[in-house]
């Protein structure tokens, strides 16, 4: 029989269960990232769960700079001003508001800013979405009048988002010529944030380049009806892919670590992240890491030196990418053509047999130039 404080446990576990549930299910919060552009290109948040970008002008610098980018002229406080812009639409000019969510589901419900187009201004107007890549228009409209600010809001239905980043972008087009101005002010992304414990409580999430390979390490403090982890990978922060998946604990109180390899890593800078799922299906999904992968470059030396008048050798490991140049002392150019090995080893081959003297081989490295003297007898 039980006694009365396990049957109290019973009942205590059971109301907090019933409790956990209907936080999952039913708890939200709304939230609003707004930026006001009032002096300013920086975004804020009104819940934590959010981290805004300072606004960023793509396409081209901002040419309207006397007296200042920004005015009042009927903007709540201030309106950034932006100019030029182009006759037709193009995909490559546009104001973009970025803003990255840590760890809670989110909706998205609408969507909002504030135009004012000079008289020679742009009146076309097109919003795209980070959802589907920026390939399709969110809604375009006209600015059919000049002068003051017209307030627009775009009802959308982004359900139970978990992506680390979401990015509104709005283009202009169209204008008069290229003294044409358009205002910003007050662009704001609402929606409300579902509050689902998570089923992880991670300390850490970092990596590290290995011989060609990329190490991701975890540890989590605690877990509750966790099921694994899913790495996902991108080379934009943006848009990521599965490339492993490993088993959770379940139920841990303590510290827990993990691991991954990532056997094939591409080019240059790899964004990773964490998925974490548990036991029926709910996930949470991790800020993205940024790892290197650029070989670390080598110490460069000439090998032999004296070199022959037939061929140039140069040690060189993970120099694939680096662009040699050759030169007499008197500094005229000597044209070559170049093999590589697998060892790294490279060999500049003289057009023609090389005169004696000194010769100079040139490489940028680090943002420097730098220079190796050889000798051909």
Not at 67 to 76: E, F, L, N, R, W
Not at 79 to 92: A, E, H, L, Q
Not at 223 to 250: C, G, H, L, P, Y
């Amino acid at each position: 029989m039980k006694s009365n404080s396990q049957l109290l446990s019973g009942s205590t576990a059971a109301i907090v269960a019933v409790l956990l549930f209907v936080f999952r299910a039913n708890a939200q919060d709304p939230f609003s990232v707004k930026w006001t552009m009032d002096y300013t290109q920086a975004g804020v948040s009104s819940h934590i769960n959010f981290s805004p970008s300072s606004a960023v002008l793509a396409g081209g610098a901002n040419t309207f700079t006397l007296p200042t980018v920004y005015s009042t002229g009927g903007a709540i406080v201030a309106g950034y001003i932006i100019r030029p812009w182009p006759t037709i639409f193009s995909p490559s000019r546009y104001m973009e508001f970025t803003f990255s969510a840590s760890s809670l589901k989110y909706n998205i419900t609408s969507i909002g800013f504030r135009l004012r187009r000079s008289p020679n201004g742009p009146n076309g107007v097109k919003v795209r979405t980070s959802m589907d890549g920026f390939a399709a228009d969110l809604n375009a409209f006209v600015i059919s009048n000049n002068g003051v600010f017209n307030s627009y809001s775009i009802p959308v239905s982004y359900i139970d988002l978990s992506s680390n980043t979401f990015t509104l972008r709005i283009y202009a087009y169209n204008p008069v010529d290229i003294y044409g101005t358009l205002w910003f002010d007050e662009i704001s992304v609402n929606g409300d944030v579902q509050a689902i414990i998570l089923p992880v409580d991670l300390t850490y999430f970092k990596g590290s380049a290995e011989n060609g390979q990329i190490a991701l390490n975890w540890e989590t403090a605690w877990e509750k009806n966790s099921k694994q982890f899913v790495i996902e990978r991108a080379s934009d922060a943006k848009s990521f892919t599965v490339i492993d998946s490993v088993a959770a604990s379940a139920e841990t109180t303590g510290r827990t670590s993990y691991s991954s390899i990532d056997r094939a890593p591409l080019p240059g800078n790899n964004y990773y992240r964490l998925k974490f799922v548990d036991q029926d299906g709910a996930f949470t999904i991790s800020k993205p890491i940024s790892v290197s992968n650029v070989p670390h470059l080598l110490e460069i030396r000439m090998a032999p030196n004296p070199a022959s008048p037939r061929s140039i050798d140069i040690l060189a490991p993970y120099a694939g990418n680096v662009t040699f140049e050759l030169h007499t002392a008197s500094g005229a150019p000597v044209l070559f053509n170049r093999e590589d090995d697998a060892g790294g080893h490279i060999r500049l081959i003289p057009l023609r047999p090389l005169a004696s003297g000194i010769y100079f081989v040139s490489y940028i490295r680090n943002g420097r130039k730098e220079h190796l003297k050889v000798l051909v007898p």
